[in-house]
Nanobody, 120 residues
Framework: QVQLVESGGGLVQAGDSLRLSCAASGFTFNNYTMAWFRQAPGKQRSLVTAISQSGADTRYASSVKGRFTISRDNAKNTVYLQMNSLKPENTAVYYC?????????????WGQGTQVTVVS
């Protein structure tokens, strides 16, 4: 069965760094665009960043550009989110998601989420 399992979340102080991992199984990982979304209480889920199948293309929400970096290791079926200079407003549940291609509209698979809490 398809699984996306996030890990690496936690409670950190403003200015700290955190690295999230998403381990994928049950589908052809290197044929999928991978992404990180986040959702804070009372707010809509929004795209943080996405990476194409080969890793050649990435996109970022303006609010995280320059601080967050998405990467993937297709040999390990894992996608990462390196988060630097964390701010309290980055507090949210972070979700890993997969869709068939860079231009595909729908994300087909979702992880359970991992909580990131940033305190000042």
């Amino acid at each position: 069965q398809v699984q996306l399992v996030e890990s690496g979340g936690g409670l950190v102080q403003a200015g700290d760094s955190l690295r999230l991992s998403c381990a994928a199984s049950g589908f052809t990982f290197n044929n999928y665009t991978m992404a990180w979304f986040r959702q804070a209480p009372g707010k809509q889920r929004s795209l943080v960043t996405a990476i194409s199948q080969s890793g050649a293309d990435t996109r970022y929400a303006s609010s995280v550009k320059g601080r967050f970096t998405i990467s993937r290791d297709n040999a390990k079926n894992t996608v990462y989110l390196q988060m630097n200079s964390l701010k309290p407003e980055n507090t949210a549940v972070y979700y890993c998601a997969a869709k068939a291609g860079w231009l595909a509209g729908n994300y087909d698979y979702w992880g359970q989420g991992t909580q990131v809490t940033v305190v000042s």
